[in-house]
């Protein structure tokens, strides 16, 4: 395969799992579908860090366009242009690798929610068993309500996400080399 086709690939497919990543942050911020929990500060600490946002968003998202017009005919489809793809490609590593650092913390820690009535902390937090291993004990949340499935659906989502970003931006890097090295199919007349 041509590195400018490749280069194409690679960029269209960043475009969905950056905007997957940025809507499941934003989500993340309401809870139980409540913004009260929001403007209460009553968030998993996580969700405050913003992996999806910037991370898995944002920082993958621009060296995304770049990655795209790389593979394009006429624009930057050279040997400067695939070397500078393998730099905006190490920005995408970098934001994929702090998204998915951050959505395994928030699956670990656990969510913050209420416990009984008057209570509200992480309480699956330093635990030594994982409360993912025991549904049962995902009634202790008893408000935001089901806020644990809530959390791990959405940081599993996230932590999918950038495991496939840290993955085309890994393999952008070394397309982008060969590209750099060899040059891009543009001389022969193909992308």
Known sequence: MCTGKCALCVGGSLYPLA?????????????????KYSQNGQLTEEVKYMGGLIGGGIMVLIPAFHIHLTGKQGCCGNRCGMLLSILFAAVGVAGALYSFIVALLGLINGPYCKQGYILWGTPFKDRDDSYLKHREWWKICTEPENVVEFNVGLFSTLLVASGLQLILCAVQMINGLFGCLCGTCKEKGTL
């Open 19 to 35: 905007l997957i990543s940025i809507i499941c942050n934003i989500i993340l911020f309401f809870p139980g579908w409540d913004v």
